[in-house]
């Protein structure tokens, strides 16, 4: 039984680990996908406007909060704004084309995933028997 209980923090923390780095490269994916793979809008005079820099996805980032737990967090100012825009009740808007909820979006893809990561740890801890 001690050398099970000794297996359960570091396989936690991996598991955490492993979770984590699945979220953040697959919100960074999405990021893509949904904001950066899309043209700059255009002003009528032709010229761009707003500039790209990246910002967005550069600062997403994992942040741990503790034993077995990690979160996604997004330092640039308009982080919260830019992914809650067009949804019921929120108040900021883009438009329709590009609005983008990629944790959202995130959430979903890696499910399937997170359910095998959290399997796989269970196993590995219960792997000694009793």
Do not use: C
């Not at 996908?33 to 700059?40: D, F, L, T």
Request: hydrophobic share 35%.
């Amino acid at each position: 039984m001690a050398e099970r209980a000794a297996r359960v923090a570091p396989e936690v923390e991996r598991a955490t680990r492993e979770l984590g780095l699945l979220a953040l490269g697959e919100s960074r994916r999405l990021m893509t996908a949904e904001i950066y793979s899309k043209p700059v809008d255009k002003r009528k005079d032709g010229k761009a406007k707003w500039t790209r820099t990246g910002a967005l996805r550069r600062a997403e980032r994992l942040q741990s909060r503790g034993f077995g737990k990690v979160s996604l967090v997004n330092d640039m100012v308009y982080a919260r704004r830019r992914h809650e825009a067009n949804k019921p009740g929120y108040p900021y808007h883009v438009a329709a084309g590009r609005t983008a909820h990629w944790r959202d979006d995130m959430r979903q893809r890696i499910e399937p995933k997170r359910q095998r990561i959290m399997a796989e740890m269970l196993r590995r801890i219960l792997a000694g028997g009793l």
